[in-house]
């Protein structure tokens, strides 16, 4: 999907730690210059099939690691979906993006297909890293997805590094690629994250620093971690464009990105999109709960970012064809447990370096 890319807005200062109630429609911050560039509504609708699976997967691995299907806990992403999706969406496959423990919407808006995801999370050797990776260390190369990482912070100096040897291909050869890393506001308060800032306004290397600002660092509310609501006032430092998105709108997050991106494209630098959204789940699927506040859990449950992508849309598309694409998209990862499940464990030789050899006299 090639989405409408968009020029970048100035930075806004947004009041978006907690949901706005003002409708599915109204967006914090948006403005005339921002609103001309709004995807088509093919493209949002490819966007909400993407998130409808995600939040389909993620329900489906909650269910298998119950089962003892899955190797270890799985880190959910339900209520971030639109950051995901949204900020992938611009991407090519010769565009690099790093991510987090929490990564399924990354590798999906990246292109993984949702069978070697779940093929890889399961560990057979079908899986996109052959059963290798895990759920938190998928990396697909031809499409750009250079891992996730289960070291918090740790995608950010790897973006940051990818980025040089991107900008020095972009002047050999006229390219205009771009790194991008999402990381969470727990990564944000890592020394690492300020050094590769640091380093890529000062060399204006192309990298977008996504910042998927979902409240909580484990079981740490925010609050507790920094002395600012809006973490991206940091960037004013480095000289660094940011802004503030809700992110829970995957139009607005899709537009802030796709600002930064035509920026970094352009030989510009880097820029810092803080997308405020919520985790609706714990940490992991080991996590009992029980530190986030029943009311902010309600809160933002009524922003579900799925329902307000659906909602942009109900002025343009019939409600059966919604219907229809949300069916399809949760078809589509069901077949890919199921195929999964049915697939083989990888050997010994599957992970060996080299292939296995005769003993003499065996």
Not at 127 to 133: I, L, T, V
Not at 191 to 220: D, R
Not at 223 to 229: E, M, R
Not at 328 to 340: F, G, H, K, L, S
Request: aromatic share 4%; charged share 25%; with cysteine.
């Amino acid at each position: 999907m090639d989405c409408a890319r968009v020029d970048r807005g100035e930075r806004r200062n947004l009041s978006c730690a907690r949901p706005q109630h003002g409708g599915t429609r109204a967006r914090c911050g948006e403005t005339a210059e921002t609103m001309k560039n709004s995807p088509t509504v093919e493209e949002q609708l490819e966007m909400l099939r993407r998130m409808v699976a995600v939040r389909h997967l993620e329900e489906r691995l909650g269910e298998l690691h119950k089962a003892g299907k899955t190797r270890g806990p799985i880190h959910r992403c339900d209520g971030q979906e639109a950051v995901g999706i949204g900020a992938t969406a611009m991407l090519d496959d010769e565009d690099l993006l790093t991510s987090t423990h929490r990564g399924h919407a990354h590798y999906v808006g990246k292109g993984v297909g949702l069978h070697p995801i779940v093929a890889e999370i399961l560990g057979r050797s079908t899986g996109a890293c052959a059963g290798r990776a895990g759920h938190m260390l998928i990396a697909d190369a031809k499409k750009g997805l250079l891992g996730g990482n289960a070291i918090v912070g740790g995608g950010i100096p790897a973006a940051t590094g990818f980025a040089v040897s991107l900008q020095m291909k972009n002047k050999a050869d006229g390219g205009n690629r771009v790194a991008m890393c999402v990381f969470g506001d727990g990564a944000a308060q890592t020394g690492i994250c300020h050094e590769s800032m640091n380093i890529a306004a000062l060399w204006k290397l192309p990298v977008v620093f996504v910042l998927e600002h979902n409240q909580y660092g484990l079981t740490a509310h925010h609050s507790t971690q920094s002395s600012v609501p809006d973490l991206s006032v940091r960037a004013v430092g480095y000289g660094m464009p940011s802004e503030i998105v809700d992110g829970n709108d995957v139009i607005a997050v899709h537009r802030a990105v796709g600002a930064a991106v035509e920026r970094a494209r352009r030989g510009e630098g880097p820029s810092l999109v803080e997308a405020k959204t919520y985790r609706m789940v714990g940490f992991s699927t080991s996590d009992v709960g029980g530190y986030q506040k029943d009311d902010d859990l309600a809160a933002w449950r009524e922003r579900d970012p799925i329902v307000i992508a659906r909602a942009m849309l109900a002025d343009s598309v019939p409600v059966e064809r919604l219907d229809a694409l949300a069916a399809d998209a949760r078809a589509e990862v069901d077949a890919a447990v199921t195929q999964a499940l049915d697939d083989p464990l990888p050997t010994f030789a599957d992970h060996a370096p080299s292939a296995p050899y005769t003993v003499a006299g065996a």
